[in-house]
């Protein structure tokens, strides 16, 4: 069974622009889920999708959006990239299920220059 | 206050040994889940073990088991027999779940870097 993938493996942008990051869950798997991981920080929660329809965010700025689509794959952007942006982003999947445990992928790692 | 508190910032342990990683959480829910995910430098999280809240038996998956103390409300990981392979970034995490609002994310601790000698 195919895990958790994630595009592009690296990203480079400058300050300003937008990035937008790929997720494609486990099949059968319906909640998408982002996090941040950024030097120091630790993994902050970004964005839950389910369902196509965004349950929660973290404490991150509106430009930090994303979407779900029908097949459950998901999309992060992030808008007007700031230097403190540059960090891991992974996303991670889940069923609904007595544990409802995450499974993550590789990650995308974006470097704001 | 943290929710997941990992005070063992890096950890040495000799190859075939075992090694514990503490874990203690805070939450006021009475239904709560516990995870412990491996990060190795290539930066995916690897999912370890998962303890409930309602469990009364400490959840074992291979060499790794999960020593779940509710009432001080640790978690302890412990490794058996470390492999060289076994030296990575060691996260527990926390899903509580509230009540209506039904937020499932991970609250993460700050992890412990953990290194296998041989």
């Known amino acids: 069974e195919a895990g958790v993938t994630q595009s592009p493996t690296h990203l480079i942008k400058t300050r300003g622009q937008q990035a937008t990051l790929r997720c494609s869950p486990i099949s059968g798997h319906t909640s998408v889920y982002w996090y941040q991981q950024a030097l120091g920080l630790g993994l902050q929660f970004l964005l839950w999708?389910?369902?196509?329809?965004?349950?929660n965010r973290g404490n991150f700025p509106p430009r930090f959006s994303g979407r779900q689509f029908p097949n459950y794959s998901s999309e992060l952007n992030v808008n007007a990239l700031e230097l403190e942006d540059s960090a891991l982003y992974l996303c991670?999947?889940?069923?609904?299920?007595?544990?409802?445990?995450?499974?993550f992928g590789p990650g995308t790692r974006l470097t704001v220059l | 206050a943290q929710k997941i508190t990992q005070t063992q910032p890096g950890m040495f342990v000799q190859e075939k040994e075992a090694v514990t990683l503490d874990c203690t959480y805070d939450?006021?829910?009475?239904?709560?889940?516990l995870f412990w995910y491996k990060q190795p430098s290539s930066g995916e999280m690897i999912f370890l073990i998962y303890q409930g809240s309602y469990d009364e038996q400490n959840a074992t998956e291979g060499r790794y088991s999960l020593n779940f103390q509710k009432a001080r409300k640790s978690a302890n990981l412990v490794i058996s027999a470390s492999q060289l392979g076994d030296s990575a970034m060691y996260f527990c995490?926390?899903?509580?779940?509230?009540?209506?609002?039904?937020?499932?994310?991970?609250?993460f601790g700050k992890g412990t870097k953990l290194s296998v000698i041989p």
């Open positions: 995490a926390m899903r509580e779940r509230y009540s209506g609002a039904g937020s499932y994310q991970l609250t």
């Open positions: 991670a999947s889940s069923s609904v299920s007595s544990t409802d445990t995450q499974y």
């Open positions: 999708y389910d369902e196509g329809e965004e349950r």
């Open positions: 939450t006021s829910d009475q239904s709560y889940g």
